[in-house]
């Protein structure tokens, strides 16, 4: 009988590994599994939103500040109007532009291609047609000291001037305030969701300069 229940429990042990052991260790097996696929799509998308966030800063020109000099830098302003993707820089532009009576929603539907990038010319269509009063866009050469800074200056004493910036190939789209001896007020909608402002003279502005969006009146 000793030897019949050894053998027995033998049995039974042989049988809890093949079955009901060997489903836990199955099923052990598949957790870990599951749980290195786990890990690994969090790397992937921790990978994938670091490469984003790169590739948002690039487009926007890795704005803000734009110049060495510029001071009262803030972020979240009441009077900036924050971009909602990391390419929608020039409709968040337009609605400070015409201080809130176009949104940037409303560009953006005007404007669909403004969700995969910078299009002044196009921007200024857009803020005519959803205004119906006359936009354009004036054209400056890269790198080069030119009298767009001029210009700025003399339409920004009036009202709010768009500003196209440009950095190594990239545009990036800013709204200007005049203020005294030549000092400007830069509305910028970047970081998105939050924007900034911050001042500078505008000469530091000579050579960044692709164009400016002005109102005619």
């Keep these: 009988m000793k030897g019949g229940f050894a053998a027995a429990k033998a049995a039974g042990g042989l049988k ?4 009901t052991g060997a489903k836990g260790i199955l099923a052990g097996t598949r957790r870990n599994a599951l749980n290195a696929a786990k890990g690994l799509r969090q790397s992937v998308k921790g990978i994938g939103g670091a490469f984003r966030a790169f590739g948002a800063k690039l487009a926007a020109g890795g704005s803000g500040p734009w110049a060495a000099r510029a001071t009262d830098y803030v972020e979240g302003a009441a009077t900036v109007v924050a971009q909602s993707s990391a390419v929608s820089c020039g409709p968040a532009t337009g609605e400070m532009l ?15 291609m ?26 400056g050469r890269e790198g080069v000291k030119n009298d767009e800074v001029a210009t700025l200056l003399h339409f920004a004493q009036d009202d709010r001037v768009g500003i196209v910036l440009i950095d190594s190939g990239n545009l990036h ?9 030549g000092m400007i007020r830069i509305l910028d909608p970047w970081p998105p969701g939050v924007g900034s402002s911050y001042s500078l003279h505008a000469s530091d502005l000579d050579g960044r300069i692709h164009s400016l969006l002005v109102q005619l009146k």
């Design 114 to 139: 403004a969700k995969k990038g910078v299009d002044p010319s196009a921007l200024a269509d857009g803020l005519s047609r959803a205004t119906q009063q006359t936009w354009i866009q004036t054209i």
């Design 173 to 181: 789209v800013v709204a200007a305030e005049g203020l005294d001896n």
């Design 98 to 112: 015409t201080h809130g009576a176009v949104s940037q929603d409303e560009l953006l539907r005007i404007l669909p």
């Design 16 to 19: 809890a590994l093949t079955g």
